[in-house]
């Protein structure tokens, strides 16, 4: 059985820094790629960011330049490095692991992140 396990939201002021991180254990065939979405409440989910096993990653514009993500392969861990956070950035973050096998993805529980003052 497949578990992802996130740690490091929070809360924290306007300007400030957050490190999430996700680690997968359990049976998974081949990662793709890892990454981070997100819900902010009454809005719809969108993808924050996402890497592939060769590095290549996505941002979406809001957080381009202000967020970095990164993974170790061999720990199977996917980090997202948050700075100069927004109240706009608040959201409950879901990591998500695309396997290539087709079909094959998992999901995080969620970790809050709060900005603000």
């Known amino acids: 059985q497949v578990q992802l396990v996130e740690s490091g939201g929070g809360l924290v002021q306007p300007g400030g820094s957050l490190r999430l991180s996700c680690a997968a254990s359990?049976?998974?065939?081949?990662?793709?790629?890892m990454g981070w979405y997100r819900q902010a409440p009454g809005k719809q989910g969108e993808l924050a960011a996402s890497i592939t096993t060769n590095g290549s990653v996505k941002y979406a514009d809001a957080v381009k330049g202000r967020f970095t993500i990164s993974r170790n392969n061999a720990k199977r861990t996917v980090y997202l490095k948050m700075n100069s956070l927004k109240p706009e950035d608040t959201a409950v973050y879901y990591c998500h692991v695309d396997g290539v096998v087709p079909g094959e993805e998992y999901w995080g529980q969620g970790t809050q992140v709060t900005v603000s003052s």
């Open positions: 359990g049976t998974i065939f081949e990662i793709n790629a």
